[in-house]
């Protein structure tokens, strides 16, 4: 069982990573929430890891704090739930929002994840409820969005995110620059990368047509 790498940070992407330890490169798949925070390329990273075994394969999890790594293995433990699905979760909603809607039977809430059906959300609050409430080291202060130094290191990681995600630069900027034009506050990673993708499918639906 791997449950922490350590290493230099070679590749970053939104559902994963690369750490280089002394030569050989370990991938790793990661939630938004993990990527949001992750340092510049070529830093050192050290990353809790959640390793899952398959009959085909052997595939790591990443996760910056322990309370996301605890919260994807709650997660995969309630049934028809899978590491990629529980993934999805944690990239949709932070670890103490879960939480809080799992603590309080919020079935609407949970439903409301992409992928999350309302039968997985009811099993999810049913599995979960008791194992929850123990979790003491859960805290909004492990998840709360961080921004950064300057909107321009902001403006630069969404571009990148949804460069990774398939857009052109230029698609990704001009969605960005929307977004900013409307709400000129200083937003979070997560939150213009959110705005973003909006402002982008909404113009992809209106070419189709």
Do not use: C, W
């Not at 950064?148 to 969605?175: C, M, P």
């Amino acid at each position: 069982m791997i449950a922490r790498i350590s290493g230099k940070l070679i590749v970053k992407a939104p559902d994963h990573i690369v750490i280089d330890v002394h030569g050989i490169g370990y991938q790793i798949a990661i939630p938004l929430s993990t990527y949001y925070h992750l340092p510049d390329l070529n830093d050192d990273i050290s990353i809790h890891t959640h390793t899952h075994v398959r009959e085909d394969a052997l595939l790591l999890f990443g996760f910056l704090t322990p309370g996301e790594k605890e919260a994807f293995e709650l997660l995969i433990d309630v049934s028809k739930i899978g590491p990629k699905l529980a993934l999805n979760i944690l990239s949709n909603i932070t670890v103490d929002e879960l939480q809080k809607a799992i603590v309080q039977a919020d079935v609407p809430k949970l439903y409301a994840i992409p992928g999350v059906g309302a039968k997985t959300a009811e099993r999810i609050v049913l599995e979960l409820k008791d194992k929850m409430k123990s979790i003491a080291h859960i805290h909004p202060s492990e998840m709360a969005e961080k921004v950064s130094d300057s909107a321009s290191h902001l403006f630069q990681d969404a571009v990148l995110a949804l460069v990774n995600l398939g857009y052109s630069k230029a698609s990704a900027e001009r969605a960005l620059r929307q977004v900013i034009s409307k709400a000129p506050q200083l937003y979070s990673t997560a939150e213009l990368i959110k705005q973003s993708l909006r402002v982008l499918v909404d113009r992809e639906s209106l070419l189709r047509t």
